[in-house]
């Protein structure tokens, strides 16, 4: 069984849709959770970053972690074809910079249809 | 610039050859990180370094494997011998300490 688990997609859906995007995790340590979006042919750029459990808004995007479940969810609001890019899932036990315990998820391939 | 480089872009090599790949990360960042991406598959942990401390090199996946930084700036990847299965995108990433990591472009390897 992989540490983090994610659905690869393809997603497909029409602009002005919400997106949930899901990982599942099975490392009770992780308590840094973070969100990459990771254009075609460019390098993962960090979207969203939370610490432990509860939600965090950034705009149309909204990040949840659930530590009991070990379940992380990416909300995308009013979804537009710019947002159309590969998702991936990070955890950590420390935050990065110290160590290398950080874990990627497959990542999910969104397109938004206009 | 101010982002991370990675070169070259793109690399394609016949098996059996070696290769380098290079990454300039962001000035003063301590920690540089080397990843492997395959189609489908996430962010495959290859090679860690920090400062001035010995790297953690638990994730390179074979003695063909190796990477050096010198003057704790930039850093090689080289890949030995080749073979069909190290074709992927490789990513370096590095990151000040107690704070995120930002990635290259990424080297997309292709050996046939």
């Known amino acids: 069984q992989k540490e983090v688990e994610q659905d690869p997609g393809p997603l497909s859906v029409p602009e002005g849709a919400i997106v949930s995007l899901n990982c599942t995790y099975s490392?009770?340590?992780?308590?840094?959770f973070m969100w990459y979006r990771q254009y075609s042919r460019k390098g993962p750029e960090l979207l969203m970053y939370?610490?432990?459990?509860g939600n965090k808004e950034d705009g149309r995007f909204t990040a949840q972690v659930d530590k009991s479940s070990k379940y992380i969810s990416l909300f995308i609001r009013d979804s537009q074809p710019s947002d159309s890019a590969t998702y991936l899932c990070a955890m950590s036990g420390i935050r990065w910079g110290n160590n290398n315990d950080m874990r990627f998820g497959a990542g999910t391939r969104l397109t938004v249809k206009p | 610039g101010a982002g991370v480089s990675q070169s070259p872009s793109n690399k394609v090599t016949e098996k059996g050859k070696d290769v380098e790949l290079r990454c300039d990360p962001i000035?003063?960042?301590?920690?540089l990180y080397w990843y492997r991406q395959s189609l489908g598959q996430g962010l495959e942990f290859l090679i860690y370094?920090?400062?001035?401390?010995?790297?953690?090199k638990s994730g390179l996946p074979s003695d063909r494997f190796s990477a050096e930084r010198t003057g704790g700036s930039v850093s090689t990847l080289t890949i030995q011998r080749t073979q069909q299965e190290d074709s992927a995108v490789y990513l370096c990433?590095?990151?000040?300490?107690?704070?995120?990591?930002?990635f290259g472009q990424g080297t997309r390897l292709t050996v046939v």
């Open positions: 990433a590095s990151s000040p300490r107690d704070t995120e990591a930002f």
């Open positions: 490392n009770s340590a992780f308590q840094y």
């Open positions: 370094f920090q400062g001035n401390s010995a790297p953690d």
């Open positions: 000035s003063g960042h301590t920690a």
């Open positions: 939370t610490y432990s459990s």
